[in-house]
């Protein structure tokens, strides 16, 4: 099944305690991105990658980190969480320039206390 | 910075009415502009998209229109139905980007 799996689903954390959301698409896509959605703010790209060792900033970059090592995988890292980085996170992959469509995860809930 | 503005940021029609969700975009450069709907709970998932090079285009009971001169985007949903409640999303890029700029949201209520 073509799909984009992303891990955990829901996290509760502490500040300043790093970790990793992974994100994985089996459908061979170029690029990938990652959003955060906080009410009355909509989607906001945080980072995204047109294809492997190939990323860029998006509108809310700071906090974050990213790599693309393989073409599946973009892992979304907070080296330091802060309780204003709490929100539902969606990574999201897509084929490239000739198709806009992205398909995105089901989400990771993040808690940072 | 581009910017993407939606209204209303609520809406609430009778089921059988049109809902018209409208977007505006600062960038110039922008050349494709997708909707999306997101059902509580759930994904959004992309309903319908167009491209610059078009004014108008329709799927069934959803339409988008684009006036490039006035830099705006329409979504236009016919004969709503109570499946059609949830939170729409329209965005813009500009093509080999890949950096979107998504509005803040419609929540849609079709009432019964």
């Known amino acids: 099944e073509a799909q984009v799996t992303q891990n955990p689903r829901y996290l509760i954390t502490v500040t300043g305690k790093k970790l990793t959301v992974t994100c994985s698409q089996n459908?061979?896509?170029?690029?990938m991105s990652w959003y955060r959605q906080d009410p009355g703010l909509g989607l906001r790209q945080i980072y995204y990658?047109?294809?492997?060792?190939?990323?860029d900033k998006g509108d809310v970059p700071e906090g974050y980190k990213v790599s693309r090592k393989e073409k599946r995988n973009f892992p979304l890292i907070l080296e330091s969480p802060s309780p204003n980085q709490t929100s539902l996170y969606f990574c999201?992959?897509?084929?490239?320039?000739?198709?806009?469509?992205?398909?995105f995860g089901p989400g990771t809930r993040l808690t940072v206390t | 910075g581009e910017n993407v503005e939606q209204h209303p940021s609520t809406l609430s029609v009778q089921e059988g009415d049109s809902a018209v969700i409208k977007c505006t975009y600062s960038?110039?450069?922008?050349?494709?502009f997708p909707w999306y709907k997101q059902e509580l709970g759930k994904r959004p998932q992309l309903i319908i998209d167009?491209?610059?090079?078009?004014g108008e285009k329709k799927d069934q009971r959803i339409a988008v229109t684009l006036n490039k001169t006035a830099k705006h985007f329409s979504l236009h949903i016919t004969e709503t139905q109570p499946e059609d409640s949830a939170v729409y999303f329209c965005?813009?890029?500009?093509?080999?980007?890949?950096?979107?700029?998504f509005g803040t949201g419609t929540r849609l209520k079709v009432l019964a």
């Open positions: 167009i491209r610059s090079n078009v």
């Open positions: 999201a992959s897509s084929p490239g320039s000739r198709s806009g469509e992205q398909y």
């Open positions: 459908m061979n896509h170029e690029y």
């Open positions: 990658s047109m294809n492997v060792e190939v990323t």
């Open positions: 960038d110039s450069a922008s050349n494709y």
């Open positions: 965005a813009a890029s500009t093509s080999g980007t890949y950096k979107y700029i």
